[in-house]
């Protein structure tokens, strides 16, 4: 799929940009979505360009703003006139213990999970369809086995699994949609304990942490396997099927 694009949500950082990365290094046109992280954006896009000139673009916006999806839509279809592939990987990840939920917390983990990918490809159906292309959703193997304290964001990524099942029915046979839930992929931004490491790798079958590697893995197999759509695809070491997963 050389000089296919694609265009990536929250592509700017941690698994997003490897993704970026791999892509680009493909030979995929690339378009980098962001909201806040404006340098590593610029950074990652420079130099995926000195790489392979105009082969990289970005694109700014808040997903759970429609005007701004739509902005984001358009600015992506500017930038090499058409998009191949859709990958919502973009994620607002915080806890919410029950009592101290409110409206703002709500919003941002539901805009940013699902509103965004769900009108986003509604909003690049078009050029998608004409491309035979595919949307692939970065979902989380809690959907299964709810983080504790993190209500709003297992609802969020729930959801999404399932506008990935329903688009892949409604979508056909133009559209594929999958999904990949990753396992524990990075260590969390926040700081966590030698004793919180141990007990999350406790809770790991294969007992090691993955990595973006292994996400994009994930994502070649399901650009490339073209009978398959609706699947998500489990990426997590075994922690969805290990019964202290929950942890």
Not at 4 to 21: C, E, Q
Not at 146 to 175: D, I, Q
Not at 216 to 235: D, K
Request: glycine share 8%; proline share 4%.
């Amino acid at each position: 799929m050389t000089g296919s694009v694609a265009l990536v949500t929250g592509g700017a950082r941690r698994i997003g940009a490897h993704l970026v990365k791999s892509l680009h290094q493909r030979g995929w046109r690339v378009i980098i979505h962001f909201h806040e992280s404006d340098d590593e954006a610029l950074e990652l896009c420079q130099a995926l360009n000195k790489v392979r000139p105009a082969s990289a673009a970005q694109v700014q916006g808040n997903l759970c703003n429609l005007n701004d999806i739509r902005k984001i839509a358009s600015k992506a279809l500017d930038a090499f006139g058409q998009v191949d592939v859709l990958i919502n990987n973009a994620s607002s990840f915080f806890p919410t213990p029950i009592g101290d939920i409110d409206n703002t917390q709500w919003d941002l983990l539901m805009g940013s999970n699902v509103k965004g990918a769900l009108f986003l490809s509604q909003a690049l159906h078009d050029t998608l369809k004409e491309q035979k292309g595919l949307i692939l959703n970065l979902v989380d193997m809690h959907i299964d086995r709810p983080l504790p304290n993190h209500s709003v964001y297992c609802a969020a990524k729930s959801a999404l699994a399932s506008v990935t099942r329903s688009l892949a029915g409604e979508l056909a046979p133009s559209v594929r949609v999958n999904g990949i839930a990753p396992g524990a992929i990075l260590w969390p931004e926040r700081t966590m304990s030698e004793a919180e490491k141990n007990a999350l790798l406790a809770s790991i079958p294969l007992n090691k942490l993955g990595s973006p590697e292994v996400i994009a893995h994930a994502m070649h197999y399901l650009l490339e396997a073209s009978y398959v759509t609706g699947q998500i695809l489990y990426v997590d070491g075994g922690r969805s099927i290990a019964s202290n997963a929950s942890a």
